[in-house]
T-cell receptor, first 113, second 112 residues
Framework: NAGVTQTPKFQVLKTGQSMTLQCAQD?????MYWYRQDPGMGLRLIYY???????DKGEVPNGYNVSRLNKREFSLRLESAAPSQTSVYFC????????????FGPGTRLTVL | GDSVTQMEGPVTLSEEAFLTINCTYT??????LFWYVQYPGEGLQLLLK?????DKGSNKGFEATYRKETTSFHLEKGSVQVSDSAVYFC???????????FGTGTSLTVIP
């Protein structure tokens, strides 16, 4: 049982390049999330998908797009990377009920030069 | 709006010391409350949770009690170990909501 997986683990981009972060979960969860973690800022929600076919903006959506490809997969795309997007990105998933635990992937460390 | 405030770190303790990390929240209704732990280089893992007022969550010697009257969910452990060194996050999700709200994290270092 892999839980939540993310690829890649590390990535270095140049300003203006694009890339997609992949996330998959095998727990049959309805809800999936993308966060970024920056020093002193805690976790900030970028986008989430409450169920297959829906996506909503979180606290810091600018510069990002998402796709809920199916129930298992939720990708995050940076169309034109900027140094301000240097961060650690975490994907998470949870069930539908608000008392459900959120499960996190191992993270992607992204550096934009 | 909904939010979580937790004590600033970093916190440094000697092994076997008592630990308290304060967490207070703002939310309408009765949210579910969580403590997550992040070890170096890893993602967050659930440590404990409480889903209604006066519930006590506990795991691995850590405890936290959901206090509605003080809107708090303070994390405690009676005797910390070096292996408890990590960053601890308090979080909530509103009842019926979809979004989790996290505190900024408290870094704990336990020295032998």
């Amino acid at each position: 049982n892999a839980g939540v997986t993310q690829t890649p683990k590390f990535q270095v981009l140049k300003t203006g390049q694009s890339m997609t972060l992949q996330c998959a979960q095998d727990m049959n969860h309805n809800s999936m999330y993308w966060y970024r973690q920056d020093p002193g800022m805690g976790l900030r929600l970028i986008y989430y998908s409450a169920s297959e076919g829906t996506t909503d903006k979180g606290e810091v959506p600018n510069g990002y797009n998402v796709s809920r490809l199916n129930k298992r997969e939720f990708s995050l795309r940076l169309e034109s990377a900027a140094p301000s997007q240097t961060s650690v990105y975490f994907c998470a998933s949870s069930g539908t009920v608000s008392t459900d635990t959120q499960y996190f992937g191992p993270g992607t460390r992204l550096t934009v030069l | 709006g909904d939010s979580v405030t937790q004590m600033e770190g970093p916190v440094t303790l000697s092994e076997e010391a008592f630990l308290t990390i304060n967490c207070t929240y703002t939310a309408t209704g009765y949210p579910s409350l969580f403590w997550y732990v992040q070890y170096p280089g890893e993602g967050l893992q659930l440590l404990l949770k409480a889903t209604k007022a006066d519930d006590k969550g506990s795991n691995k010697g850590f405890e936290a009690t959901y206090r509605k009257e003080t809107t708090s969910f303070h994390l405690e452990k009676g005797s910390v170990q070096v292996s408890d060194s990590a960053v601890y996050f308090c979080a909530l999700i509103p009842k019926g909501g979809n979004q989790f709200y996290f505190g900024t994290g408290t870094s704990l270092t336990v020295i032998p």
